[in-house]
């Protein structure tokens, strides 16, 4: 049997196979999806269960009202295989402090991919809505996960982890094309490109042409490949000698960080490791101009601390500042108890002077708040980090200055991950600095795919990124994406490196989300074109 005879059977036996059956191979598809993210990046998996997505949306033809139910189902058990295995490290949160948490690991490993999946069955239903039935329907699938995706990292503070565009992550020339659409518009082109070789089955006859659809994929994917080698050719690492960085990544247990008893200890170990000779030549923090210490790097307020503030003062030299992540306290009349408090950054001179704070603005929901935080907190819920009323979100997002160094955009943890979101354009910072703990994930796949993420920032904006994490993976990244440096995952050192210089603003820089909604909005004009005037034709 021919390659072509096969897949068409395989094709056809998708479409009518229904029940448990249907659901199972949606679910085994969704699953199998989730290898394209990071730290996989097998992301040509995607040509086999992108083309399982269309053939569902296919055999939807058969239940009532066009099929959008059925279609949205298979959607539903696409999605919760997709984030299941992609999203299962978040169970480790739980067991940080288990007598408290433990219990509820099913619902966070199973009830936040059920909730994510239903974007997906909204997704599956909206393409089903549109669906034409020649090779544009690949359009109509990208254009139904597009919009469901978008919704996915906006809708209740949002959560784009894992959106489909970050499959074309790897390798470096094929992400360059994000500086020219961002996350949103490598969606659509992801969803598009892998569902292609779905329409082969439809058979050539006259006037059908359906290898047009994968034919037009490769090329657009060796377009992106050329973009980027061209673009990485012409954008070099360019580093400004006069800015040394110097990151320290502890790789302390999540449990010891929220116990005031281990000030100390905790204290003793930054300060050790941060004075650390990295090699022969070098000497400790002197060698740097700016030292990095991860997200709340203390189990306490620093600056209510007078000797820990003396100690920090003690350990820089002049001319050598911090940027540290660390709780802080909000400003309340003497005798008050503090019972919440900011996630902030923290810029501290070598006289253990501040000089800059900036306080979180997208917090992690059941981690640092709660939704109806009052009302949960009643019926005895805590969020993750056990602050009494949730952390107070910040104000406003701006960039710092750094003495002897560009500009800063600081952000904190998981608000690296939300596109469009990082750089204002009034405000062009000369670099991004993510200070962040994934600590509370373990040596899992959860990590990796945080950095993917960040780097991708880099690339749509056209500005270095310098990572600090707890236990890893602290990088150095340049504008274009390039790891110019990096310490693994679970590991405990520090990471010497030079500030690369920001490359000018890119088109997703400038224009943002534009030239992926006129992606999109095309699209649906030739869906739906082929879809109702043909059909009166």
């Known amino acids: 049997m021919r390659f072509s005879d096969k897949l068409r059977a395989a094709g056809l036996a998708v479409i009518l196979t229904w029940g448990w059956k249907r659901a199972a191979i949606a679910i085994i598809a969704g699953a199998a999806s989730s290898l394209a993210m990071a730290p996989f990046n097998a992301w040509p998996v995607l040509f086999l269960t992108f083309s399982v997505a269309v053939w569902l949306i296919d055999g939807a033809a058969a239940g009532r009202w066009h099929g959008v139910p059925a279609a949205a189902l298979s959607g539903f058990w696409f999605g919760l295989g997709y984030f299941v295995p992609g999203l299962y490290w978040i169970g480790y949160a739980f067991f940080v402090d288990a007598d408290t948490f433990a219990w509820l690991t099913p619902f966070a490993v199973l009830g936040l991919p059920a909730y994510l999946a239903l974007f997906t069955a909204f997704g599956f239903a909206l393409a089903r809505l549109i669906w034409p039935r020649d090779i544009s329907r690949v359009l109509a699938l990208a254009i139904g996960l597009t ?233 005895g819920f805590v969020q993750l980090t056990k602050v009494q009323g949730g952390f107070i979100p910040g104000t406003i997002r701006r960039t710092i200055d750094v003495p002897n160094a560009p500009r800063a955009l600081p952000l904190i943890c998981y608000e690296a991950i939300f596109p469009g979101n990082v750089v204002s354009r009034d405000d062009r910072p000369g670099w991004i600095i993510n200070v962040t703990n994934d600590g509370w994930f373990g040596i ?61 603003p890119t088109i997703y820089a400038r224009i943002g989300n534009i030239p992926a909604a006129v992606i999109v909005i095309v699209a649906l004009a030739i869906v739906l074109r082929r879809r109702f005037v043909r059909r009166k034709a």
């Open 147 to 379: 919009v469901s995706e978008w919704l996915r990292g906006h809708v209740l503070s949002g959560f784009p982890w894992n959106a489909f565009g970050y499959a074309l992550s790897e390798p470096l020339a094929l992400a360059q094309t994000f500086s020219l659409i961002g996350l949103w518009g490598m969606t659509f082109l992801a969803v598009a490109i892998f569902a292609s070789p779905a329409v082969l089955i439809d058979g050539s006859s006259r006037g059908r042409k359906p290898w047009r659809a994968p034919a037009a994929a490769l090329a657009v994917l060796a377009a992106m490949l050329v973009f980027g080698a061209v673009r990485l050719s012409r954008e070099p690492t360019r580093l400004l000698a006069d800015v040394k960085l110097r990151i320290m990544q502890p790789n302390l247990q999540q449990d010891v960080r929220f116990n005031y008893s281990a000030k100390a200890a905790v204290m003793q170990k930054y300060l050790t490791l941060s004075d650390r000779a990295s090699g022969p030549h070098a000497t400790g923090v002197s060698d740097a101009n700016i030292l990095i210490w991860p997200e709340s790097a203390f189990p306490f307020f620093l600056t209510r601390e007078a000797d820990a503030m003396a100690q920090i003062a003690d350990l820089l030299p002049k001319g050598t500042v911090l940027i540290t992540g660390s709780v802080r306290a909000p400003e309340l009349p003497p005798g008050i108890r503090v019972t919440r408090a900011y996630n902030s950054i923290y810029l501290i001179d070598h006289d253990g002077s501040v000089l800059s704070v900036y306080d979180k603005l997208h917090l992690v929901p059941f981690g640092e708040y709660l939704p109806f935080q009052d009302l949960m907190e009643k019926l």
């Open 444 to 504: 899992s796949t959860g990590p990796y795919q945080h950095l993917q993420q960040a780097r991708m920032r880099s690339i749509e904006e056209g500005l270095p990124l310098v990572r600090a994490a707890n236990t890893g993976i602290s990088a150095v990244i340049d504008p274009v994406g390039r790891i110019v440096a990096q310490l693994g995952l679970g590991i405990e050192g520090v990471l010497d490196a030079t500030l690369p210089q920001a490359a000018a």
